[in-house]
C-alpha cells in the first residue's frame, strides 16, 4: 500500500473518530447525525431485513438499466458526433453546459408520459448518466494516434470495421471513464428520482426513515448506498487501469 492510500485512509479514520467523538459528546443533535459505530450497527440491521435488499436490488436494476442505455446512446452519439465536425461544433454550446441544465424538471412531465413507476426513474438516469459517455467517446476518438487509421486502410477496413475494430478498441480507456462518471451521475438521478414518486428503490427507503424519523435507519441506509457505489468506482477504476496497461 503506497503513502498516498496510506495518507486517504489515515485523514478518513480521523474524521469518523472526530465524528464519534462529537455525537457522543452530545455537541450535535441525535436528530441531525447519529455517532458513525450506530451508522454501522443500522446499516447491517438494514442489511438484515429483506425488504432493504429487495429496495437495493430494485435501484441497481434501474442502475444498470440506465448505464447500459447511457452507454449506447452515449457512444453512438459521439461517433456520430465526431464524423460530423460541423454539428458538433454547433452542439457543443450544449454539451458544455449541460449539467448546469435543471434535468429534474423533467421529472414530473416524464412521470405523466411513462406513468409512475421505473420507467422515468431509469429514463431520468439515462439522461444524467450518457452525456459523460459522449464526451469520453468524442475525447477518446480524437486522441487515437494516427497509425491506427493508417493501419486500418492498409487493411482495407471499411468504415464500420475501422469503427468497431480499431477506434472503439483504441480509446476503450476513455470510454469506460466515462462510463466510471457514467455510474456516479445515474446513482445521483436514481436515488434523487426515488426520493419523489417511485414506490420501491433504497431512494424511497431512505425518504421514508426521514419522514418518519428513523434517523438512524437513514443514515444507515445511506451508509450501504456510499460503501456500494465506492465498491462499484473502485472495481471500473481497476478494470480501466488494466486497459491502460495492456494499451
Request: glycine letters at 8%.
Amino acid at each position: 500500500m503506497n503513502a498516498r492510500r496510506l495518507r486517504g485512509l489515515g485523514i478518513a479514520g480521523g474524521i469518523v473518530i472526530a465524528l464519534e467523538l462529537v455525537c457522543r459528546a452530545g455537541l450535535v443533535r441525535p436528530t441531525d447525525l447519529v455517532p458513525p459505530t450506530t451508522m454501522v450497527a443500522a446499516m447491517l440491521r438494514a442489511l438484515a431485513d429483506t425488504a432493504t435488499l429487495e429496495d437495493l436490488a430494485t435501484t441497481v436494476a434501474a442502475v444498470a438499466a440506465s448505464v447500459i442505455l447511457a452507454f449506447f446512446v452515449g457512444m453512438i452519439g459521439g461517433v456520430i458526433l465526431h464524423g460530423l465536425p460541423r454539428v458538433r461544433r454547433a452542439c457543443e454550446p450544449f454539451i458544455a453546459s449541460y449539467y448546469a441544465l435543471p434535468l429534474f424538471a423533467l421529472y414530473p412531465v416524464l412521470v405523466v408520459i411513462l406513468g409512475v413507476g421505473r420507467a422515468p426513474v431509469v429514463f431520468t438516469g439515462v439522461l444524467y448518466a450518457a452525456m459523460a459517455v459522449l464526451i469520453s467517446t468524442l475525447s477518446g476518438l480524437d486522441h487515437i494516434r494516427p497509425v491506427f487509421r493508417k493501419a486500418a486502410r492498409v487493411h482495407r477496413l471499411s468504415p464500420l470495421g475501422t469503427l468497431l475494430r480499431v477506434s472503439i478498441p483504441a480509446c476503450a480507456t476513455e470510454i469506460l471513464g466515462g462510463i466510471t462518471l457514467a455510474v456516479s451521475y445515474a446513482f445521483v438521478a436514481v436515488i434523487a428520482s426515488e426520493f419523489l414518486l417511485a414506490p420501491a428503490g433504497i431512494g424511497h427507503a431512505i425518504a421514508d426513515a426521514y419522514t418518519s424519523f428513523q434517523i438512524e435507519r437513514m443514515y444507515g441506509l445511506m451508509l450501504v448506498l456510499a460503501l456500494l457505489v465506492l465498491a462499484i468506482n473502485g472495481a471500473l477504476r481497476k478494470v480501466r487501469t488494466r486497459l491502460g496497461a495492456v494499451a
